[in-house]
């Protein structure tokens, strides 16, 4: 009986390899299954793909700021609501964000004194939460420079490419939206 050749090292794998790998997996099984739309699969799996580098992109701009997705988002309906102090419920309710999570990374932008935490004057339990100066600058700088890295991206898309795949991330939406549970049996 012939050696069963070693895996591949585990010990570094390029994220990037392992989700065209995952992909190319995914293309065989709708290209080999009766009733798939391997056209279909092939563009949504490549947008997915390309949704995840952009997103890996502005993750990485963000972290030059020293900001996470999270407090980001924060910082901004901060930001818009400038000056008005805002509970951290309204805060979760603005972003999509839960609750516990929008109290956590509160505490890490009130550490940094980007925010400030006061307390309702009619009734002390209640807390709200602003931007400080310091805060304001940051978003200001971390919104330019994913910004900045938006429009570097989309230099090479045409002025008809924007509406056409605007359109079609509305569908996509829509379609996802829609979409009833798909049968599991094989």
């Known amino acids: 009986m012939a050696p069963v ?22 293309l065989t099984f709708a290209r080999q299954r009766d009733g798939l739309n391997e056209a279909g699969c092939r563009t949504l799996l490549d947008f997915m793909e390309t949704s995840g580098v952009l997103g890996a992109r ?20 901060l930001f818009a609501l400038d000056p008005v102090a805002v509970s951290p419920s309204d805060l979760a ?14 505490e890490g932008l009130a550490h940094r004194r980007l925010v400030n935490r006061t307390g309702g004057a009619a009734d002390r339990r209640l807390r709200y ?19 900045r890295s938006l429009s570097q991206i989309a230099q090479p898309l045409t002025d008809v490419a924007h509406p056409a795949l605007r ?11 829609n979409a009833a549970s798909p049968d599991s049996s094989p």
């Open 5 to 26: 050749p070693p895996s591949p090292p585990a010990s570094n794998p390029s994220p990037a390899t392992e989700f065209t790998l995952a992909i190319q997996t995914l």
């Open 58 to 77: 502005l993750r990485a701009d963000l972290a030059a700021e020293d900001l996470t997705r999270i407090k980001f988002a924060l910082l901004l309906v």
């Open 93 to 106: 309710l603005h972003t999509g964000i839960s609750r516990p999570a929008v109290s956590t990374a509160l």
């Open 129 to 147: 939460v602003s931007l400080t100066v310091a805060g304001r600058d940051l978003v200001d700088r971390a919104a330019m420079r994913c910004l």
């Open 167 to 177: 359109e079609a991330c509305g569908l996509i939406r829509a379609a996802t939206a």
